[in-house]
Each structure stands twice: as structure tokens, then as C-alpha cells.
């Protein structure tokens, strides 16, 4: 048996004897700073990544390590309190092993959230992106051999990110007068933050936005037929370097915290919408 599959198996049963029963019908990944969202999930079961058989402890700064799973806007949900990311160290399979242990779990749509530094010049720190698409510079986790119990060889991803899932969440924020920038993001390794000229460089490429995760989990959610939603909250800009400007990552967290409240209102209406399909 696939080594990956063993570990898959013996992680999900462990995550599942815990729940009690619960039935979680989307995962919600919460990025740098954003952990505060899940304080609001009601009835919450709390289970430390590091109690959990091949999971390692969570090392980014504003990322708790555990997982939630109880009610939001009236549904069973899942959520992820910080995430593994790729310049930790952490082999890809790694990266993307909470995702999937999720998806094994039963999960029907992934919400994904993380800090993001904006390219697109008509983004201010603070904003938040939904994310219409994305450009991934990050090894891809399907790489190697195909866990086909869980998907294709070749996975579509013409519309990674679900289109009727965009218009929904549009149409929440409209009602809840949140305002709402739509972009392309593009993932790099990190841990280094960019540089002016690969700013402009990413730019041209047609991203309004940069990260260090994000694309690894949409690809395995996709791989395995999940709808997914992402959403980045714009926690810095591009400066140039006459500018004087130093990225802070203590900063970064900081105002990912101070749009905590908006996304919570946003997910809290988005969860409660979802259907069980």
C-alpha cells in the first residue's frame, strides 16, 4: 500500500473518533493572522495537529495549529487554525495533508483564506480579494505517484476556483455592504518576501496578488472534485526600493487580525448558503 495512503487512513480515523459523529460539509483553511475566525465556530471540538498520527507541529508565526470543527452560520464545519507551508521544510505531501485528511472526512466545498501582498496598484492594505484564479510557482502536489482513490491523474482546473460559488459570495458581501476586490494570485516558495522588480515581474504576469500557500490545497481539492473558494486579505503592498519600506511580517498579521471580523461575517453567511451535494 501507498505510504501516503496509510497515513491518510490512520489520520482521518483518529480526526473522525474525535468529532463524535460530526459530519462537516465544507473545510475552512485559516491562514496568517486569521485564526481568530475560528473562535466564532459554536460547539467547537478542538484537536491539536501535533495529537493527530503524521502531522507535525504548525511553525508560521499566527498559525495555531488545530483543528475545529463545529457549527457556523448553522452548519457543521471544519477548519483548519494555521496551516504547513512549503518553506517550513515540509515536503509537499505534508503541505497538503490536512486538506486531504478533510476530504476523507467528507468535506463538499474548501474555503480558503490567507494574507496576501498586493501588486495590483487599486489594492489597499487592509482590502480583501476574492480569488478568481491563480498562477502556481510552488512545486505541484500531484506530483509523483496518483492517489487515484482520490482523483484523476490529470485533474481539470479550468475553474479551480468555483464560479457559482464567486457570484454567491459576491452577492453576500453586497448585501452585508462589504466590499469586495476580485484578482489573480500568484504563490511563491517564500520565506523571503518579494523583491520591486519581481513585484512588477508578477504583475506583468497578469496577478494582482502574492502569497506563500494557497495553491498546493486547491490543487488537491480539485484533484479530488471539492469546490473551492479563496479568499486573501491584502496585507502589505509593493513599494519600491527608494521607498524606504521594510515588510514586517509582525505587521502582516496585525491587519490580517484587523479584517478577522469582516471575513467571519462573510464566511459565517457564505457557510450558512451551501447546500449538501
Not at 476574492?130 to 502556481?136: A, G, T, V
Not at 518576501?193 to 512588477?200: F, L
Amino acid at each position: 500500500m501507498d505510504k501516503r495512503w496509510e497515513v491518510l487512513e490512520d489520520a482521518s480515523a483518529f480526526l473522525s473518533s474525535w468529532l463524535d459523529g460530526r459530519k462537516p460539509i465544507a473545510g475552512i483553511i485559516l491562514g496568517s493572522g486569521l485564526g481568530q475566525l475560528a473562535e466564532q465556530i459554536e460547539d467547537p471540538i478542538i484537536v491539536p495537529y501535533v495529537r493527530i498520527p503524521g502531522f507535525p507541529a504548525a511553525t508560521a508565526i499566527g498559525h495555531k495549529g488545530n483543528f475545529i470543527c463545529g457549527s457556523m452560520g448553522g452548519k457543521c464545519v471544519i477548519a483548519m487554525q494555521g496551516r504547513y507551508h512549503y518553506y517550513e521544510g515540509y515536503p509537499m505531501d505534508t503541505v497538503v495533508l490536512p486538506v486531504r485528511v478533510m476530504i476523507m472526512l467528507g468535506i463538499k466545498y474548501l474555503l480558503v483564506s490567507n494574507a496576501a501582498g498586493a501588486m495590483n496598484k487599486d489594492f489597499h492594505i487592509g482590502d480583501l480579494m476574492l480569488i478568481r484564479d491563480h498562477i502556481n510557482l510552488l512545486p505541484n502536489p500531484l506530483i509523483g505517484p496518483n492517489l487515484d482513490r482520490l482523483g484523476p491523474r490529470f485533474p481539470d482546473m479550468t475553474c479551480a476556483y468555483d464560479t457559482e460559488l464567486q457570484e454567491r459570495m459576491l452577492s453576500i458581501a453586497k448585501r452585508l455592504g462589504i466590499p469586495l476586490q476580485r484578482g489573480i494570485y500568484v504563490s511563491c516558495t517564500g520565506p523571503s518576501y518579494e523583491t520591486p522588480a519581481e513585484y512588477e515581474f508578477y504583475r506583468r504576469m497578469g496577478a494582482d496578488e502574492v502569497g506563500m500557500s494557497v495553491t498546493p490545497e486547491v490543487i488537491v481539492a480539485r484533484h479530488a472534485g471539492i469546490k473551492v473558494l479563496g479568499m486573501s486579505v491584502i496585507t502589505d503592498v509593493a513599494h519600491e526600493a527608494e521607498d524606504g519600506y521594510v515588510t514586517d511580517e509582525n505587521e502582516i498579521v496585525k491587519q490580517a487580525d484587523l479584517a478577522s471580523r469582516k471575513m467571519t461575517r462573510l464566511f459565517s453567511s457564505f457557510v450558512s448558503s451551501l447546500k449538501f451535494i
